[in-house]
């Protein structure tokens, strides 16, 4: 079975430049995730999809941030425009979903993809 | 917001020895996940216990839950140089607007297991 696939693994960028990040979950996973992970921290989530219907952003910086899931399959996180404290590693996560969004069981990670804003 | 907080935040053992990881959160939860994460790697799922659980095993793993001290503790027996990871306790709970659950991971706990 594929595992979460990320691109790119690695992107350095000037701040006030612009990225995207793409995630493909596994192949049956309703919920797709998206986290920011700063070096020497946890990961925070940013949005959180059930199939292409937002559940969870709240914690998305909303003026520079922006998510999508087409066809609630593949996800694309932009940034635009970068800051200095955008460098981070964004991990994109997938799992089954029982009902009403309680998912209740493992996130599958894929590699993440690394951010330095210089 | 961090709910997990792991503790210690590092932890260098001797390949051979056991290795305890402590996880204290603030809120009731549905459950509460390990994961493990290698240096510039994806995390990994170790082992979920539910809130209605006091004690699960995996392997060399083993996991409490003491809901009334809402706390969480993980021990890996005879460790191994490669369990050289970062561990990360996530709790499954309502988000603050109480519709959705969400996990919510901690800062970690760094192992270095010495050969």
């Known amino acids: 079975e594929a595992g979460v696939a990320q691109s790119p693994r690695y992107k350095i960028i000037e701040k006030r430049q612009s990225v995207a990040f793409w995630c493909n979950p596994i192949s049956g996973h309703a919920t797709l995730y998206w986290y920011q992970q700063i070096l020497g921290q946890g990961p925070k989530l940013l949005i959180q999809f059930q199939n292409n219907g937002v559940v969870d952003d709240s914690q998305l910086p909303k003026d520079r941030f922006s998510a999508e899931r087409l066809k609630g399959v593949d996800s694309t996180l932009k940034i635009q425009p970068a800051k200095l404290e955008d460098s981070a590693v964004y991990l994109c996560a997938s799992s089954l979903v029982s009902d009403r969004g309680f998912h209740g069981g493992e996130l599958f990670f894929g590699e993440g993809s690394r951010l330095t804003v210089l | 917001s961090q709910q997990g907080e792991e503790d210690p935040q590092a932890l260098s053992i001797q390949e051979g020895e056991n290795a305890t990881m402590n996880c204290s959160y603030k809120?009731?939860?549905?459950?509460l996940q390990w994961y493990r994460q290698n240096s510039g790697r994806g995390l990994v799922h170790l082992i979920l216990i539910r809130s209605n659980e006091r004690e699960k095993h995996s392997g060399r793993l083993r996991v409490t839950l003491d809901t009334s001290k809402k706390s969480s503790s993980l021990l890996i027996t005879a460790s191994r140089a490669a369990d050289t990871a970062s561990y990360f306790c996530a709790t499954d709970a309502p988000n603050s607007g109480g519709s959705n659950y969400k996990l919510t991971f901690g800062k970690g706990t760094l192992l270095t297991v010495n050969p």
């Open positions: 809120t009731s939860i549905n459950n």
